[in-house]
């Protein structure tokens, strides 16, 4: 399911699963792994 | 965090929480979508025997006499035999290093750095409230290894990592860090994942730049640290995740297009469980 967020005001959260934990975006352009021109 | 904490040496909370804040930047950089880090969580000391302390007559008398009477009982506990080895412990020297290792990996109370010295003449005690509300842990009780790497420490799924130590060769012992190795700092670059766009810091620690455990199959924790107005755009995990939001709010919609106007606002305690795609 795709999904999207924000935080408002300093937002901690915890996040736990069974790895491996990837994320994929819809738009590639939107991933900030990759480097920005 | 650069600096060494030497050993008998206080830090005020506001140090300690700018050194955590710190190192909470550095890891925004590490290649996943948003920061990882554990903030400062502050956790009671409190008292073994809390019962006791109702009871003014089970505490010391608040005199001056009793910081005195508390000097004169160090001074029965000082070595007197000399050097005579005869009169040393059996114990061997590294259940002292290592247990104390343990006591700082559990411990560590960053209030004392504000409070009269215990040589101090006008010494007194500390109100129970003040104890109880002030005097606050900034460590946990699990072995972290907080102490050594700051958080996150690198792990191996559920264990420590553990490494491999080899002889080098060379009996000149090293003072500096080899060139290239450890920390890294290129120059400061603007982000647009930072509130006012301000440069962010790029040094990271090589334990931090480590491959995460979260891309293995096993169980993962992980906490993030947002800053305000931190946006994740649209996109998916190939596996459940479960998000419980610790403090602050954390606003989620789905679909595949960012819509501010489609939110569901999580607060904390609220625990959400992301599904496949």
């Known amino acids: 399911m795709k999904h999207f967020a924000w935080a408002k005001g300093e937002t901690v959260l915890q996040l736990h699963g069974t790895g491996p934990w990837m994320i994929t975006y819809v738009n590639p352009s939107d991933d900030p792994r990759k480097p920005k021109d | ?277």
């Open chain 2, 1 to 277: 965090m650069s600096q060494r904490l030497g050993h008998g040496e206080t830090i005020t909370i506001e140090q300690f929480q700018e050194a955590r804040a710190s190192v909470a930047e550095s890891v925004t950089n590490v290649p996943l979508a948003f920061a990882a880090a554990q903030p400062v969580d502050l956790k009671d000391f409190d008292f073994m025997f809390p019962k006791l302390q109702k009871n003014p007559n089970n505490l010391l008398p608040e005199t001056a006499a009793t910081p005195a009477n508390l000097a004169r009982l160090g001074q029965t506990m000082i070595d007197n035999v000399g050097n005579d080895p005869a009169g040393d412990s059996d114990i061997s020297a590294i259940m002292t290093y290592f247990g104390q290792f343990i006591d700082h990996d559990i411990t560590l109370e960053l209030t004392s750095a504000d409070l009269t010295r215990l040589t101090s003449p006008s010494l007194a005690p500390l109100p129970l409230a003040e104890i109880r509300n002030n005097i606050r842990n900034a460590r946990t009780a699990t072995l972290d290894l907080d102490s050594v790497y700051d958080l996150p420490a690198p792990r191996d799924g559920d264990k420590m990592v553990l490494g491999k130590v080899s002889p080098t060769g060379n009996a000149n012992i090293p003072l500096k860090r080899p060139k290239g190795k450890g920390l890294q700092r290129p120059a400061a670059q603007p982000s647009q994942h930072r509130p006012g766009n301000r440069p962010r810091r790029q040094h990271r620690r090589s334990a931090q730049r480590r491959e995460p455990d979260r891309r293995r199959k096993v169980f993962f924790t992980m906490r993030l640290l947002l800053p305000d107005g931190f946006k994740i755009q649209p996109h998916w995990h190939p596996k459940v995740e479960h998000v419980t939001v610790i403090s602050g709010t954390f606003n989620v919609g789905m679909g595949d297009k960012f819509d501010q106007t489609a939110i569901r606002k999580c607060l904390p305690g609220r625990l959400a469980s992301g599904r496949r795609k």
